[in-house]
């Protein structure tokens, strides 16, 4: 039998090659080389059943709103997200979603008003007066609960948090009163950089100018020296403009996303190409690893609108994971226990809590070595 010094050079060795591989992550692993798990609308709480009974009437798609999310640290530290959505529409004067009719309608009182949303500030909800519950409600609030956890956890694997600016007005058949939007033009998008300003300090942002550098646009670095390496990126947040048909407007007076915080979801072909969004991965698993394999972050769906959990169908998050889309986002990080649901869930193969990118990781990346 081997004697207790041989036990002690095994574990020797094993010791030297964890060191080896989390120093080839630190410098050989970049943050577009791994693959971790994203959450849809994340901030997400369910509207009551009654409501959404009540909107069954009007819109048959009303029943994909059956989803809730965990507070957004708790995503972070149990179930291992680390990509999140955020909705949010613009309220600089304060008190425009706080009359939500559906909670008049839910309490049965048309005088109730939300005095917590009086004040100005960009809001955080998925449609306004119909879908308005959520684990956090101002944005900085929830970038707030982002920074908290971040700082706590100062190694963590990158964290991408996707942005959608909300400016459509929602039907309202019975024309009871719903608000209407701000619109998302350049004071606005100026406000929620500076809202992002506000929560995280430079040396905690990965922004367009840290990835363009000395190259004349955010494509031409991105090909050519490619994103942060993992030692370089631990333990900080970039942000992603969801609207592609918002990305001019954000990107005006701002060449390649020049002083920008925000990547945009921009043609591969354009100066600012950096982050692509391919919500479906069904029958476009080759573009995306053409995509990722040129240095392209890409963010695609699992799952949407309740369909696959329902069907239990695994053939969609099976494409998603993959396709070497770095970010893999759904509404099923955890099994939802309504039978209905079939205990669908998404997670990373053997993501601690990302693996090595199946299409571009570096030959000695390991997943234990990703985050520390």
């Known amino acids: 039998m081997p004697g207790p010094f041989a036990g002690f050079l095994s574990r020797h060795f094993e010791r030297k090659a964890e060191r080896a ?9 970049h943050l ?15 509207p009551a059943p009654e409501l959404i009974d009540i909107y069954l009437l009007f819109d048959p798609s009303a029943f994909e709103l059956r989803y809730t999310h965990r507070p957004l640290d708790q995503q972070f530290g149990e179930l291992g997200v680390r990509q999140i959505e955020l909705d949010v529409f613009a309220d600089p004067d304060g008190g425009l979603y ?12 048309f005088t109730l008003r939300l005095p917590e949303l009086d004040p100005p ?12 519950e959520t684990t956090c409600q101002f944005f900085v609030e929830c970038l707030g609960v982002v920074k908290a956890w971040s700082d706590a956890n100062p190694t963590h694997l990158p964290i991408m948090i996707l ?11 019975l024309n009871m009163g719903f608000a209407i939007p701000i619109p998302f033009q350049g004071p606005e998008f100026d406000e929620l950089d500076a809202e992002i300003r506000s929560i995280f300090p430079p040396g905690q942002l990965i922004t367009p100018d840290d990835v363009r550098g000395n190259f004349a646009t955010l494509r031409e670095a991105v090909l050519t020296r490619g994103w942060p390496s993992l030692g370089d990126a631990r333990g900080k947040v970039l942000f992603a403009l969801d609207n592609a048909g918002k990305r001019f ?29 391919v919500n479906g991965p069904l029958g476009n698993e080759a573009a995306i690893q053409d995509l990722v394999s040129q240095g392209f972050i890409v963010r695609t769906r699992s799952d949407a609108e309740t369909v696959e959990a329902l069907a239990d169908d695994p053939t969609r998050r099976e494409a998603a994971l993959g396709s070497g889309a770095q970010y893999v986002s759904t509404d099923y990080e955890e099994p939802d226990a309504r039978p209905e649901f ?6 990373i193969p053997d993501g601690e809590p990302g693996r090595c990118n199946p299409v571009n990781a570096p030959p000695g990346c390991r997943n234990f070595a990703l985050e520390r």
Request: proline share 4%; with cysteine.
């Open 98 to 109: 706080a009359e939500p009719v559906g909670l008049k309608i839910r309490e049965q009182d």
């Open 121 to 132: 500030g960009t809001k955080v909800l998925h449609i306004q007066d119909l879908d308005w």
């Open 342 to 347: 079939n205990d669908f869930v998404v997670s």
């Open 163 to 173: 942005v959608e600016a909300k400016e459509e007005i929602a039907p309202d058949p």
């Open 32 to 46: 577009n080389q791994v693959q971790v798990l994203g959450s849809h609308n994340s901030y997400h709480i369910e």
């Open 21 to 29: 591989a989390l120093r080839y992550a630190d410098r050989c692993v």
């Open 249 to 277: 407007i954000y990107q005006d007076g701002h060449p390649s996303l020049e002083g920008r915080v925000m990547f945009v979801d921009a043609d591969d072909d354009e100066d600012a190409a950096a982050f692509v969004k």
